[in-house]
């Protein structure tokens, strides 16, 4: 089959004026490149000639979430569609005025799902507000007023995490929509961490309403000890998550500018278009497009 040539949504990408008191975390070691203002401006200049329509701003641990939407909304207003079609915003998910802070972000702009970041490793660093949130019983509980709200919920975490994210979500509704984040992490360095990533993903897609982002890859630096991934790297990854969720339930994303300091957004989805090549025209579709289109209310774009 040939490379996909049709158009690109890009479901998780960041934008944010850079300000070291909204974004405490960026002056941890290593965020350097990013301490400075990442606008739709950016974005369309780091995409180059691919032919993305539009992309899903996440949010990116604010410490003010309400002005961080309204930033997107008026970088939406510059960008002639590219960004702020739908927007992830932040907020506490076992905070007692959850629905308060939800009504907010509805009135700042076109918010279509939380992401309250569970992701946590022992010694750190990290960005997760504590180590134990999806132990909470009002965690559960923002899970099922999203589900009420027909919000996705996105789930950022780390492999050793899969199997209790799953046993979460077999008690949350039936309806609520998730998204996992960065491919859930695949970072093993070893044959039996790989297998505990594959088999935790494998018991997540078992939950017909969870999908996952194919993003954030740099991870694969943990796993292969090297600075940036091969295009056989990537089938390691690709390969499973097709075969547990199918292209339906699977999409394509750059983490742009996070991802830019290992690889490009260019050459990220150049690789992704190299991987899989070898797909239906209609699964590759699915994950540069279509999956995207239906998880963030996009299908208008084309």
């Not at 690789?271 to 239906?280: I, K, Q, R």
């Amino acid at each position: 089959m040939p490379r996909y040539t049709g158009p690109i949504l890009d479901p998780h990408i960041h934008l944010y004026r850079y300000d070291p008191s909204r974004y405490p975390w960026l002056s941890a070691p290593g965020f350097e490149p990013l301490r400075r203002d990442h606008l739709a401006a950016d974005y369309r200049a780091a995409i180059g000639d691919l032919p993305i329509r539009a992309a899903v701003v996440i949010e990116a641990v604010p410490t003010d979430p309400v002005a961080e939407v309204a930033t997107v909304v008026m970088e939406a207003a510059a960008s002639g569609g590219l960004v702020g079609g739908a927007v992830v915003g932040h907020a506490p998910l076992d905070a007692p005025d959850l629905p308060n802070r939800l009504d907010r972000l509805a009135q700042a702009g076109p918010v279509v799902g939380i992401r309250d970041i569970v992701s946590h490793r022992p010694g750190g660093p990290n960005v997760s507000r504590s180590a134990d949130l999806m132990a909470r019983p009002r965690f559960l509980d923002g899970l099922r007023i999203l589900a009420a709200r027909d919000w996705l919920f996105e789930l950022m975490l780390l492999p050793r995490q899969l199997a209790d994210a799953a046993a979460l979500l077999a008690r949350a509704p039936e309806s609520l929509r998730v998204v996992v984040n960065h491919a859930g992490s695949p970072e093993a360095r070893d044959a039996d961490g790989f297998t505990r990533w594959r088999d935790g993903m494998a018991a997540l897609a078992r939950l017909p309403a969870v999908s996952v982002k194919l993003s954030a890859l740099q991870c694969l630096e943990t796993r292969f000890g090297t600075p940036a991934w091969h295009v056989g790297d990537l089938h390691a990854v690709v390969e499973p998550l097709l075969a547990a969720f199918g292209a339906d339930r699977c999409a394509f994303a750059s983490d742009w500018p996070v991802h830019d300091r290992t690889v490009r957004l260019v050459q990220a989805f150049d690789d992704f278009l190299t991987v899989t090549a070898g797909l239906s025209p209609a699964e590759q579709r699915a994950l540069f497009h279509d999956t995207a289109a239906r998880l963030y209310g996009l299908a208008g774009i084309r």
